[in-house]
């Protein structure tokens, strides 16, 4: 286990950059998540911290020593790939040992660790098998105990779970999670998925176009964006943006933003932003329904308990609680008001 | 009841039209393939049953071209050399050729140039090439006066035979590259990442994760690369000037076959020639087939 540190780290790819000047600070044993769109450079900055890619500008540092010019093999962090990447044509068991092999780790030890973590990650019967004879969800397993026994001083994850259909991505989620409180090694997890990175990370860290967007709790990132980005991006169903006049939020200079969830059905707090709305469709949830709107040409999303009777065509004032709204400007894209 | 039958019979009669469509798309390939493959396969299957002229069939011998075959000593020798010639150029071929593509395939500068040097003899023809060998191979040649010596490679029976060995190797070796190249690439990068993240150094990256993950091109390469010995002619019949000499060190079993067919009018007996060769070839590919199966299952 190590703290893990970029400074001012940037890396360019035949002049484009990928990532921007990025500082991160990760503690020892936390487990931080990258997340963003496809091409906001998470993947790069890990894959920068693994060694596969050099950084262009700044240093990355792993415990005490900067690992700008280490090799992959001697930086002593693990990796999980989309892809799992593992050794198609050896055993899991020897998937498993060849890390330990390669580190000269005596053959009792590397059977009694290879045994571990076939027993942490359930997977003993299957210890004799190649990769081809075994499902996704075993080989994404096999992928995290080629990662565990070499009990490395970090864990990076690169989409760990995107090859996994819905159900078992939430399993694998819980397992992961367990599995570092468990062992407590500072685990760096990238991931397009805002979901992934809420449940999972202790701190969240969002990228766009290489640049670091905001870093925080998930809690800090839901309640307080920094950005019209970040808003957006964080929070399923995304959070409402729209120009602050539109709601009689504020000037035209300004874009408000507020959650499905502080949206109301009626008149509301009297101090609360009202607005009507035509309702164009309505999605029952179980619990919930998500209620799409339109005011004027600009659509929004209503998260609404099922008993508030809406349908189609419906024209309904819905109020919108002032301490939950965030107003950006709308040049910068900056916060200037958050929300509650 | 009937519905479901006429259902049954209009599913079973599509699907003979799609295999007939199937056909009619191979049948062009597939004809060529049967007149000039298959037929002249079966028809040397048949005459090395006969005593067999320019004119044809002159008498039928039944097994008797193969009997003279077990008891001809110049077949054997002819055998014995194809063989050696095989066991030596094959694996050389092979570590050359992977050595070549494992070189290129790296991100050197230049390498598009490189691929294309090493690609080079092979594109030349193998006549041209032993034209010119010959005169570099010559006791006043090229190679004696770089090493100092006044050896005749090709003129001696101790060295004629590897000397083609030796050409061979290198003129082949571009193709074998080839396909070891394709063999390389196709093996997945992050593969090579996950090996580097678990510590493995180059060398062992090689052995432990390229070698093995390059299990089908090795097979491709070896029963080319057998094949294609076990065929080896041209460079054998112009090195000797179709006498197989020195000494008989440069005759190969077709060369010999050759012999007997052109020289010695005898087609029924080069044709069993032909067939003991095409026997070999079968079996060694077969087993080839078997190695590699059973090392996949392994």
Known sequence: MAPVTYEKVSKLFDGTAAVKDLDLEIGDGEFIVLVGPSGCGKSTALRMLAGLERTTEGRIMIGDRVVNNVAPQDRDVAMVFQSYALYPHMTVYNNLAFGLRNLKVPKQEIDARVRKAAEILDMGELIKRKPKQLSGGQRQRVALGRAIVREPKAFLMDEPLSNLDAKLRVQTRAEILKLQQRLGTTTIYVTHDQVEAMTMGDRIAVMRFGLLQQLGTPEELYTHPRNVFVAGFIGSPAMNLVPAPLVDGGGSNLIAGFRPEHMTLGDGSPDGLRFDAKVEVVEYLGNDQLAHLVKGETPLVALLPVECRLSMGDDATFTVPRDKLHLFDAETEQVVHGGG | ?298
């Open chain 2, 1 to 298: 009841m009937a519905t479901e039958a006429r259902t049954e019979r209009s599913i079973g009669s599509e699907r003979v039209r799609e295999a007939l469509v199937g056909y009619a798309f191979v049948f062009l390939p597939l004809a060529s393939f049967l007149i000039f493959f298959f037929y002249p396969l079966g028809y040397a299957f048949y005459i090395s049953y006969f005593d067999w002229g320019p004119l044809g069939k002159i008498e039928t011998l039944g097994l008797e071209n193969y009997r003279d075959l077990a008891d001809d000593e110049l077949f054997h020798k002819a055998l014995k050399n194809t063989l050696r010639y095989t066991a030596v150029v094959v694996p050389c071929q092979m570590a050359l050729g992977l050595t070549l593509a494992v070189v290129v395939n790296q991100a050197l500068r230049g390498r598009t140039f490189f691929r294309a040097a090493f690609y080079f003899p092979s594109l030349a023809s193998s006549a041209a090439i032993t034209a010119v060998a010959l005169y570099i191979l010559a006791s006043d040649g090229l190679l004696n006066a770089l090493i100092g010596t006044d050896k005749a490679w090709f003129a001696e029976s101790g060295t004629a035979l590897e000397s083609i060995m030796g050409l061979n190797i290198w003129t082949t070796s571009g193709t074998m590259m080839l396909f070891y190249l394709a063999a390389l690439q196709a093996i997945p990068t992050d593969v090579y990442e996950a090996a580097a993240i678990d510590g493995a150094k180059s060398w062992r990256t090689f052995w432990r994760i390229t070698f093995p993950l390059l299990k089908p091109g090795h097979f491709f390469v070896g029963v080319v690369s057998v094949i294609g010995s076990l065929q080896v002619f041209d460079q054998a019949f112009i090195v000797s000037g179709g006498g197989g000499g020195p000494n008989y060190s440069t005759m190969t079993v077709v060369l010999y076959l050759y012999n007997q067919a052109i020289n010695d009018v005898r087609f029924g007996y080069a044709a069993a020639v032909g067939v003991i060769l095409f026997a070999l070839i079968f079996t060694l590919t077969v087993v080839q087939r078997l190695v590699f199966g059973r090392m996949e299952a392994a």
